[in-house]
């Protein structure tokens, strides 16, 4: 067989993490010349691939390559555009492996979540349909954690680890002034349609009457009444509440708490905005003061904090995504699977594709505490492992982090032809 | 002279170096032991004396004093209450006088900004009046950076940090998906008048083009047509713009953007809502996505990534301040001075209160761009060196950084007669 190139792409929202996986991508296809030629990268994911816009990775520095790790964000774009169905739009299809034909291109590396599995799945069946079949693997990436089959979803610990420190802070703040002050505190953060991170935020109550005192998950029917008999009853034991909030918190009807009323390429809602509804209620119904905050992005890029053991994980998968495609596998995702001990561990294997596009994966309810408002002892032993240890980028002399810039070179066009994405 | 004991409160906003302040000043006596007998720390600030709730700090170990070093908030709770005027209150000041007098106590450390530097001055002047002279310093501290004397504030250093981080990592973040995503972001940030902690973002540009591409600082008025065409260029000419906003963001006449209808104990309106109004201009005139993030807290709280400088600086004027009083100091502050060469340097000296008390520090003109929009390289030199050094707290195996909580024992009352506040 004739030696291929790859073409690696980030897709939908980025990580503090995702590049740790493009860096075991190409770090580990750096080390197999003999199976793997260059490894192109799609400039903003997908789209890149359709354009002809490949970023040669080979015109970058092992040092550059090496700082990916520790960077976040994605290095070379990442975009939210989801193929069509290929009874919809046929060319988008003929396109990409006209694209990777004319650049010899044999791998398929999709560094993505649910809907990036579900791509890759197509890509590598429509391939071989097409008469250029391509071994296309799926290197798992979300924040929400909720793909299936693997243990957890690398970009999550990360965000877990902000979010339990974040808190943690927060509520140390919030309870040292609660005397005169602020009362209740409520933390928005991500998570559309499961609670993974929300529940992260309880990791930073260590012990009974800790912060955070509330939790509302998407998967529990938010109920107003009990909410504020909560929020009441907490500042009246404890002198002060804090409240972490998932964006994607909803009533029993399905109606998200707070409905900015914008929907984004995949037809997502674009969510927003808990934490000043419930703010409104506690002020409304129970007059204490309040403050709230909305993390947003600044959870899932926090690469200053990132979970060291999150890190190593997205550049396993990275890493075991190039072995998975030198061993001939195709259509498979790098799982991580957690061991069986009491300490915790963990190990890669494959996952087949058909088995995770466009699956689900929720938060089991046995993790979520029987009132609903909390996270329980299993929960806590499921996300505990995922935050420890610390990676630090490094620090230049002006305090700052110094996070990667690639150069960024694209290969030369081989198609005359342009699509317009 | 016979031995007095100490006092040391914490007043308003708390930090995530103010509890090094408290370590500088317990350690310290704990070496003047000659001089200094007991430290008593005020339980929830200043209303701990009001109601002779004084803490025992030397039922702490020196371990968990040692570790107020790196952790946040207010260890020993701090207070927004304003002690009224003498005319207006004789029986407060009465009751502080009573209390220190029962429990000995000769020397009053103040861990507060420009309304508590007010407060030291009035206790060291009323006690000298009453008959009972009490040595009255104030250690600086405020993230508002603005008071006067001092060449910064301890906890400025560190939010700066933090927001200079976060707006570099949520910037790669939007500019990594700019393409088909979010093109507008916009990061809330504390400063009430003063447009300190809004400036500290403009350091995560380290070069032409880098974001933030616009900041609102309060001491500029905010001009919505300027704004809206800048927003447009920028996202014309990189593919997204990024913006800091001060919540102190207003219009010429002095209201506020977001002004959320509440005030607190000092009579200063309580804000925060000046992204969303933001983002709801550029939606509506641009039509551009848009995500925000309002860090509240999170940003005075987030000791886990500190300022290495402003965590010396902490201790230092804590340490400082009980060298004073030693000395017989009184009525003074002891101040940060930049040293006159290239490389940054710092000394304490002390300042007298009288200076200091109810002045307000803005930003210098020239430390803002001539457009308005962002910072100056005489800003950049002023604001780089405070968020120099990283000095990360210890971390348990769950994951989390160890914060100190204290035993707080009280002290047993001498008075019989109770003081509501």
């Given at each position: 067989m004739a030696k291929k190139n790859a073409f690696y792409a980030q897709?939908?929202?980025?990580?503090?993490?995702?590049?740790?996986?493009?860096c075991g991508v190409i770090e580990t296809a750096r080390q197999h010349k003999k199976h793997i030629g260059k490894v192109y990268a799609g400039n903003n994911g997908i789209i890149g691939a359709l354009r002809e816009e490949l970023?040669?990775?080979?015109?970058?520095?092992?040092?550059?390559?090496?700082?990916?790790k520790h960077t976040p964000a994605g290095a070379f774009g990442s975009c939210r555009y989801k193929l069509k169905s290929l009874d919809e739009n046929r060319a988008e299809y003929e396109r990409l492996i006209e694209v990777f034909k004319a650049h010899n291109i044999g791998y398929f590396f999709y560094n993505g979540g649910g809907d990036s599995a579900d791509t890759c799945l197509k890509i590598s069946q429509l391939s071989a349909t097409m008469g250029y079949p391509i071994q296309a693997i799926h290197i798992p990436k979300t924040v929400d954690n909720d793909l299936p089959f693997t243990d957890n979803s690398p970009g999550f610990g990360s965000v877990a680890k902000y979010v339990a420190i974040s808190?943690?802070?927060?509520?140390?703040?919030?309870?040292?002034?609660?005397?005169?002050?602020?009362?209740?505190?409520?933390?928005?953060?991500?998570?559309?349609?499961?609670?993974?991170?929300?529940?992260?935020?309880?990791?930073?109550?260590?012990?009974?009457?800790?912060?955070?005192?509330?939790?509302?998950?998407?998967?529990?029917?938010?109920?107003?009444?009990?909410?504020?008999?909560?929020?009441?009853?907490?500042?009246?034991?404890?002198?002060?509440?804090?409240?972490?909030?998932?964006?994607?918190?909803?009533?029993?009807?399905?109606?998200?708490?707070?409905?900015?009323?914008?929907?984004?390429?995949f037809g997502h809602k674009q969510l927003g905005g808990v934490?000043?509804?419930?703010?409104?209620?506690?002020?409304?119904?129970?007059?204490?003061?309040?403050?709230?905050?909305?993390?947003?992005?600044?959870?899932?890029?926090?690469?200053?904090?990132?979970?060291?053991?999150?890190?190593?994980?997205?550049?396993?998968?990275?890493?075991?995504?190039?072995?998975?495609?030198?061993?001939?596998?195709?259509?498979?995702?790098?799982?991580?699977?957690?061991g069986k001990g009491k300490k915790y561990s963990w190990t890669i294997q494959e996952a087949p594709l058909d088995q995770i596009a466009n699956v689900e994966k929720m938060m089991p309810r046995n993790y979520i505490?029987?009132?609903?408002?909390?996270?329980?002892?299993?929960?806590?032993r499921y996300l505990e492992p995922?935050?420890?240890?610390?990676?630090?980028?490094p620090y230049g002399k002006n305090g700052l982090p110094e996070y990667v810039q690639l150069k960024k070179v694209l290969a030369e066009k081989k198609i005359e032809k342009k699509f317009v994405v």
């Open positions: 897709s939908g929202g980025v990580t503090a993490v995702i590049n740790a996986s493009a970023i040669d990775t080979s015109k970058e520095s092992a040092q550059s390559i090496a700082a990916l808190t943690k802070e927060a509520s140390l703040d919030v309870k040292s002034m609660c005397e005169t002050s602020t009362k209740v505190f409520i933390l928005e953060v991500m998570g559309r349609h499961a609670g993974w991170i929300a529940a992260a935020g309880g990791l930073a109550a260590e012990k009974d009457g800790d912060a955070p005192h509330i939790i509302l998950f998407p998967e529990i029917a938010f109920n107003k009444d009990k909410f504020l008999k909560r929020v009441n009853s907490t500042v009246k034991k404890h002198g002060y509440c804090v409240i972490v909030a998932s964006e994607g918190a909803q009533y029993e009807d399905g109606s998200f708490l707070a409905d900015a009323g914008n929907t984004d390429a934490a000043p509804t419930l703010a409104t209620m506690v002020k409304d119904e129970l007059g204490y003061k309040y403050h709230w905050a909305l993390a947003d992005y600044l959870q899932r890029s926090a690469r200053h904090i990132a979970s060291a053991t999150d890190v190593e994980q997205a550049y396993a998968v990275g890493k075991a995504a190039v072995e998975m495609a030198i061993e001939g596998k195709n259509a498979v995702m790098p799982a991580i699977i957690r505490s029987k009132d609903g408002l909390g996270i329980s002892e299993a929960g806590r995922l935050i420890q240890g610390e990676n630090y980028p």
